[in-house]
C-alpha cells in the first residue's frame, strides 16, 4: 500500500515578517511553516515605511526568492503556499522555477497583493498560482495587470474589494471583513 503524501501550508509573510497578528492567522488557517525574510526574528517594525525601507536595504526579493526556493527544496511532501505582498512576489518568481523538485513539491499557491509581479509579467508559472489583486495600487493600474496575466495557463486572478494589506493588522489597510472572508477561504485549501 503506498503512503499517503501530506500536505503541508506554507505561509510566505509581507514585508513585516513575523508577527502576534500573523501567528494568529497561521493558527486560524491550520499553517504550522511560516517562511519570512528576517529568520523568524520579530522585528516589531512602527509602521510600512520602516518595514519597507529595512527589506529593501537589508533583504530584497531575490534573497527572499532564495530563502523560499531552498525551504522548497528540502520538501519531500507536497506543499500549498499562502503568500502577501512581497511574499506573494517572491512565490510569483519561484513558480517559474526550472527545479524539478519545487514543481513537484509544490501543489498550488495563493497569493495576496504581490505588487512586485507587475515587473514580473514574463515569467509563467510551472505550478497552480491564485492572484488575489486588491481594488486598486498607487503606482499602477491593477486591471491591467490582472488582464496580462489572466490567460497564462495556471494562472487565476482575482480582484476584490479591499486594498493592498487588507489581510495584515498591521497595515493602515487592514480590513476585518475582508480578513474574515479570506480566512474562510483559505481554510477550505488543501
Not at 497552480?128 to 498607487?138: A, Q, T, Y
Not at 491593477?142 to 493588522?169: A, C, R, W, Y
Request: aromatic share 10%; with cysteine; charged share 20%.
Amino acid at each position: 500500500m503506498k503512503n499517503k503524501q501530506t500536505n503541508e501550508r506554507i505561509i510566505v509573510t509581507d514585508i513585516f515578517g513575523i508577527t502576534s497578528a500573523l501567528i494568529a492567522l497561521s493558527s486560524a488557517i491550520n499553517v504550522e511553516t511560516i517562511v519570512d525574510p528576517y529568520d523568524g526574528k520579530c522585528m516589531g517594525f512602527e509602521n510600512e515605511v520602516q518595514a519597507y525601507h529595512y527589506f529593501t536595504e537589508n533583504v530584497g526579493l531575490d534573497a527572499y526568492v532564495d530563502k523560499l526556493s531552498q525551504i522548497i527544496e528540502e520538501r519531500s511532501d507536497e506543499v500549498t503556499l499562502i503568500g502577501f505582498s512581497v511574499g506573494a512576489s517572491a512565490i510569483w518568481q519561484l513558480s517559474a522555477s526550472t527545479s524539478e523538485k519545487i514543481t513537484k513539491v509544490v501543489k498550488h499557491a495563493t497569493c495576496f497583493y504581490g505588487s512586485q509581479i507587475r515587473h514580473l509579467t514574463r515569467l509563467s508559472p510551472k505550478f497552480d498560482v491564485k492572484l488575489i489583486f486588491p481594488k486598486s495600487e498607487s503606482h499602477f493600474d491593477v486591471s491591467n495587470l490582472q488582464h496580462i496575466l489572466e490567460n497564462k495557463p495556471k494562472v487565476t486572478t482575482i480582484q476584490v474589494d479591499f486594498l493592498h494589506g487588507f489581510m495584515n493588522f498591521h497595515s493602515c489597510n487592514f480590513n476585518q471583513v475582508g480578513y474574515k472572508e479570506h480566512i474562510t477561504l483559505l481554510r477550505k485549501i488543501n
